[in-house]
Structure formats: structure tokens, C-alpha cells
């Protein structure tokens, strides 16, 4: 259980390079799967809207990234059930100038992304790279999931718990 967990939160860290996107909501498409899981329970990761596994409540390991705007960086895989709808992942519109995300290796950094639905065997999940960026060390930073017209904001405390 903790191999896998671990292997989880593999990712790439962000570069100068990724700047937060404006326009269309880029689409992590089913190749970027890094790993496929039986839980979307491992790790202390939480099943979110039945298809989407998010990381624990707090994620305390911070690192500076020495770019900006995005100083801080916390890996963090996300996780979805194969087969399940596209999910969209987005940080609100307030917190936008804060944090930002980044999943798939291949989106960039941004506010928002969509996971393409993947097929898969019933009871697999499918795993994604990447994680937050931060403007400073901590922050309980909110981000809306959105699955088949349903919603729910879950918060991350990064680097400090959430109150």
C-alpha cells in the first residue's frame, strides 16, 4: 500500500516555463496515466463525488521552486476511476492569483483542467501526476471537482492544516 501511494505522488515539478493559462480548459488525456491502483482509498487519499480520489486534507512538505510566480511546490498525484465521466478540477476564481494546478504532465500550470474519460477493468483507478503551486509556503487552498453536473470544493492544507 505504501509503494503504491508513494509511486502516486510521483510528478514533475513545475518550471519557469509553465505559466498560468487563460482560455479553453486544457484536456489530460487518457496516455498520460501513470499507474493504475485498486482503491481510491490508499495513501489516505479521498473518494470525491464516487470517481475521483484526491490527496489527504494536509500535505505538509512544501518546496521552493525559486520561479515565479508559483514559489512553492507540493507534489500530489489525483486519481480517477477508470470509466467514470471527464472530471474538471478547478481552483475558484478568488484563489486564482494564489495557487494554481497542475496534472498529467502535460497540461502546464493553470486554474482549471478536464481528465478524459478512460476506459479501464471495473475496479481500477487511474493515476495522474503532478500537484499544487503556491505563491507563498502555506495555504488552505479550496478546488472545485466537477463530475457529470454534480460539484463539490474540497480543501488541501498545504504546508498547515485547514481550520
Request: glycine share 10%; hydrophobic share 45%.
Amino acid at each position: 500500500m505504501r509503494i503504491v501511494a508513494a509511486t502516486i505522488l510521483l510528478g514533475l515539478a513545475p518550471t519557469a516555463a509553465l505559466a498560468a493559462r487563460t482560455g479553453p480548459v486544457p484536456t489530460v488525456p487518457c496516455d498520460k496515466i501513470i499507474l493504475r491502483v485498486n482503491s481510491g482509498h490508499a495513501g489516505g487519499y479521498r473518494v470525491v463525488l464516487g470517481v475521483v480520489s484526491v490527496p489527504p486534507a494536509r500535505l505538509i512538505q512544501i518546496v521552493p521552486t525559486h520561479d515565479r510566480p508559483w514559489a512553492y511546490w507540493r507534489k500530489a498525484g489525483l486519481v480517477v476511476r477508470a470509466g467514470a465521466p471527464p472530471v474538471t478540477v478547478s481552483v475558484p476564481p478568488a484563489w486564482r492569483s494564489r495557487a494554481a494546478i497542475t496534472w498529467g504532465n502535460s497540461t502546464g500550470t493553470g486554474s482549471a483542467l478536464r481528465i478524459a474519460s478512460c476506459p479501464g477493468p471495473a475496479n481500477v483507478w487511474n493515476a495522474y501526476a503532478g500537484g499544487f503551486l503556491l505563491r507563498s509556503p502555506s495555504a488552505c487552498v479550496p478546488l472545485r471537482f466537477s463530475v457529470a453536473g454534480r460539484s463539490r470544493i474540497v480543501r488541501f492544507g498545504l504546508g498547515r492544516a485547514c481550520p
